[in-house]
């Protein structure tokens, strides 16, 4: 429930709940108590509700940790242990909890109420929160909890605002006890503009001043009287504390100074304690019966606060300031009034301790909040090497607290720093954090550019072996991002500095990696036997982790190199490694990049059971995930399930473009083109081949980009694009100069024939379509080899005759149908048919049947014509003579087929097709 400046909340509460007979729990949040204080309050009531109950068991365990506002306190029992509280609670009778003023709350506490709400909402059980929405800077915790609970289904908003002129007159008659008139409603009204607060301290000052008079019982300004309120509601609260800052000023004064919490003991230290029973009296202050007090409204504090002249509230913050260090008080309390009290350097070390123990106890954006203000004060030139620990400690807290933009804005200060005072060593560890903090904001060139500072600066340092470990992450992420010339230079100087160094595991590492990059620079040979050594240093020196990615690294050089099985198998003992000495995450990853080398050797129903192991895993992280989606997704659009299919690929393009993950961005966005050419969105298709082309240009993969640029190279030839065909020819020209694997040149033929075939140069390309498939003999990849099959049998068609044509395409057809790619092998079969071939007689009913327009049966065609006339299932099944279970099945298999998920839709596709003619509209 928020509201403006003075909206009475918590009087709202109290009203709407009078009547409540069940179960009434309390908590409000007040500055400077204890992180966990409001649930602390709630718990006490539970206990004192409750009594010797077993129920209250549980919160009274907790409560001895939480009354000490420092203790550190295992944040999952905590949570575990008022989950329980509430729900046991809730089962015995209803309940209400109310947490009031949660704008004065630690972020720890409103980071715990979300998931609290969500595991308590299926029991009888409603929590009320209240909070000033005026005292919500942009950046409080509680925007994010509201955020949070309306993504959850559990929030219900309740916003208070200004009063209207009706109302504002009920409240006046309330507070005044008398009916009032119309005069002095609008003259209140106009002034406090619908305020509470405001209309409240009027009615007050009225009282006071003796500037009302009754009429017939009606309460009226006095002639030529004005609402005692000069131009705002500061000049309202001195009025209507005149009398009472007369008799106890000191009282009022160090009540201001103190805060909008008061905590009455110290003010009664402070005071004569009479003047503190006057102040409550007064209703000044409302006490809440833990030893504390609230000003009836923040703004009352704060007129009266304005109202010490600045010398002496120095010192009455001075005087309370030792106060409270006597009795033990909260630091970063402490430490505010020092800093109102111009002794900044007395609370510098206090808030650097509460930010301490703020991290102790996990409430990091607290700890982070506290680091801030403590750097704001930090005088210059003092003490530099502590103000660098204090400025790494609040980057840390940003990091833990999900600031990343501010983390990485301090990392970098820290790092100036550091190189400043000399410290080459502490500016490669800053710039090594800032890579760390712009990778988890998807920066990536800001990751890189950080990583390379950080190994520079270790280098420079003399710490080689920190130097080798960011040249190696360098070289993956450049991998991962298809600049192998660049990760090659840097896992090569990681070799050497690891070398220096005696670090035996990042050298194995470091070895495998670079021979995995060779391989997939075309130097397989070396660049498998390279990746072979490291794996061998690391099993020979017994070194788990390393031993686990040299293993990755040399199924990666595999795949490079074309030995998919091979790969399949270092793929899966790297996994068993890790798995069995723990190392899960790097197992994980194992297992999905197999999919991968599975699906290249087209054995593509294992890939798919690999890849739903991995989604089934609840833990997997998300670059595991996101293979395993792009291969799902890739096969599932290769066998004609477009639809599904692209769900899956949509996704991993997003990631694998935002993380520079090149080979899941390309498998991704071939499988987007290939569903909208098969859905005949060919607007999509064109810009997605047109955005694949553009990416490899700028990339040096050649082999995860290959099969897409094969099938890329068809697309824009049986599309006419002559000028993009031509450029994809070009690019992978380029690419044979530097990489003369078989499959860069097999793909490069390919290319060329779709060329030749263009020009119409038939023989130029048969000979091209057979080197493309002479090429690929040596290597399992039957779907790209089957691709260059059925391009082949119009060009041999049209030099050789027709039977070695009809050969050649019947064996792509065959391949296709053990893949169970059904748009391949329906194009076979579309090319046969061109060839005047009868296809049922060479490939069987099945074949022929795929040919029917959008490979619908008869019967299919049939319903879909009567569907389109609006008859329902039933009427169809009439018509037809046949079941209505049997029309159900024939509708759900149109709707499959034409890829629409309505009726209408199927007949609008339908239309398009020219499979059916729709009747013209009305």
């Excluded at 694998?656 to 005949?680: C, Q």
């Amino acid at each position: 429930m928020s509201g403006d400046a003075g909206v009475g909340k918590s009087r709202l509460v109290s009203e709407v709940l009078a009547g409540w007979r069940g179960c009434l729990l309390k908590g409000m949040a007040t500055p400077g108590e204890g992180v966990y204080a409001p649930l602390v309050e709630v718990l006490r009531a539970v206990t004192d509700r409750f009594g010797d109950d077993a129920l209250a068991r549980p919160a009274r365990a907790l409560l001895p940790e939480l009354a000490m506002p420092w203790r550190e306190v295992d944040k999952a029992a905590l949570v575990a242990g008022v989950q329980r509280t509430l729900r046991d609670v809730a089962r015995r009778q209803p309940a209400v909890v109310v947490l009031e003023d949660l704008h004065w709350a630690n972020a720890a506490t409103v980071d715990l109420l979300p998931g609290l709400a969500v595991a308590l909402a299926g029991e009888p059980l409603l929590v009320v929160a209240t909070y000033r929405a005026e005292e919500l800077p942009r950046t409080h915790p509680v925007r994010w909890m509201r955020s949070e609970l309306r993504r959850a289904g559990c929030l219900e908003e309740y916003a208070l605002g200004p009063l209207t002129g009706e109302e504002t007159g009920e409240l006046l008659a309330s507070l005044l006890d008398s009916e009032v008139s119309q005069t002095l409603v609008t003259a209140v009204q106009d002034r406090a503009e619908g305020l509470p607060f405001v209309v409240e301290e009027l009615a007050a000052a009225l009282v006071e001043t003796g500037l009302l008079r009754e009429i017939d019982g009606v309460l009226d300004l006095a002639p030529d009287a004005e609402l005692p309120l000069p131009d705002s509601v500061v000049d309202a609260v001195l009025v209507r504390t005149t009398a009472l800052r007369r008799r106890s000023g000191d009282a009022v004064e160090l009540a201001a100074v103190l805060g909008a919490w008061v905590d009455l003991p110290t003010l009664a230290d402070l005071v004569d304690p009479s003047d503190v029973d006057r102040l409550l009296e007064a209703g000044l202050l409302h006490e809440q019966g833990d030893g504390s007090a609230v000003f009836r409204h923040a703004l009352v504090r704060d007129a009266l606060y304005r109202a010490v002249p600045w010398t002496r509230r120095r010192s009455r913050h001075r005087l309370i300031a030792q106060h409270l260090a006597a009795r033990g008080g909260s630091p970063e309390v402490i430490a505010e009034h020092w800093i109102a009290a111009n002794e900044p350097e007395r609370a510098l070390p206090l808030l650097l301790s509460a930010a301490e123990r703020c991290c102790s106890v996990h409430a990091y954006r607290d700890a982070a909040a506290l680091g801030r203000r403590a750097l704001a004060i930090w005088p210059h030139g003092v003490d530099p090497d502590g103000r660098v620990g204090a400025l790494e400690h609040l980057a840390g807290c940003a990091e833990l607290a999900g600031e990343l933009e501010s983390a990485a804005a301090v990392w970098s200060d820290v790092a100036q720093l550091h190189r400043a005072n000399g410290d080459l060593a502490g500016v490669g560890a800053a710039h090594r954090r800032l890579a760390n903090t712009a990778g988890l904001l998807g920066d990536w060139q800001g990751a890189v550019t950080a990583r390379e500072d950080a190994a520079a600066a270790y280098e420079a340092a003399g710490a080689r072996g920190e130097a080798a470990a960011d040249r190696l992450t360098l070289a993956e992420q450049l991998t991962s991002a298809a600049h192998h010339t660049r990760a090659l230079e840097h896992a090569v100087a990681a070799a050497e500095h690891a070398d220096a160094e005696g670090r035996t595991d990042l050298k194995a590492h470091a070895l495998a990696v670079q021979g995995s990059i060779r391989a997939s620079l075309g130097d397989w040979r070396q660049g498998v036997d390279l990746a072979r050594s490291g794996l061998q240093l690391a099993l020979a020196e017994q070194l788990t982790e390393a031993a686990g990615l040299s293993y990755y690294e040399v199924a990666s050089a595999l795949i490079h190199a074309s030995e998919y099985a091979a790969a399949a198998d270092a793929y899966e003992s790297a996994s068993e490694l890790c798995r069995s000495h723990g190392v899960t995450d790097l197992a994980q990853a194992c297992v999905a990049c197999m999919s991968v080398a599975v699906r290249f050797m087209g054995d593509w129903d294992r890939a798919l059971v690999i890849a739903r192991e991995v989604l089934a895993d609840d833990h997997a992280p998300d670059v595991v995930r996101m293979i395993a989606e792009e291969e799902s997704g890739l096969i599932m659009v290769l066998r004609g399930d477009h639809r599904r299919g692209r769900r899956l690929l949509r996704r991993a393009v997003d990631f694998g473009r935002s993380n520079e993950i090149f080979g899941i961005e390309v498998g991704a966005t071939w499988g987007i083109a290939v569903a909208a050419d098969l859905s005949g969105d060919s607007g999509t298709a064109d810009r997605t081949v047109s955005t694949l082309l553009e990416r490899c240009q700028v990339k040096e993969d050649w082999v995860f980009a290959l099969p897409a640029l094969r099938w890329s190279a068809t697309f824009l030839a049986t599309r006419g694009d002559k000028d993009a065909l031509a450029r994809c020819h070009r690019m992978l020209a380029d690419a044979a100069t530097r990489n003369s694997s078989a499959k860069v040149l097999s793909t490069l033929a390919h290319a060329g024939g779709e060329l030749a075939l263009m020009d119409g140069d038939m023989a130029q390309a048969g000979a091209q379509f057979d080197r493309a498939v002479e090429l690929l003999r040596g290597i399992t990849a039957p779907f790209e080899q089957a691709l260059s099959q059925l391009r082949r049998g119009p060009a041999l068609a049209g030099t050789d005759g027709s039977q070695p044509a009809v050969d050649t395409v019947t064996s792509a057809y065959r391949t296709a149908r053990r893949l169970g790619a059904q748009p391949l092998a329906r194009s076979c079969a579309a090319a046969l048919a061109e060839m005047g071939e009868r296809v049922d007689q060479r490939l069987g009913r099945l074949a022929a049947r795929a040919l029917e327009p959008a490979g619908l049966t008869r019967r299919e065609r049939e319903v879909l014509g009567l569907l389109a006339t609006g008859r329902t299932n039933r009427q169809i099944a009439q018509d037809l003579f046949v079941s209505t279970r049997t029309v159900d099945m024939h509708v759900r298999n149109v709707l499959a087929k034409l890829g629409c998920s309505s009726r209408v839709a199927a007949a609008r596709r339908a239309s398009e097709l020219g499979l059916i003619e729709l009747a013209p509209g009305p």
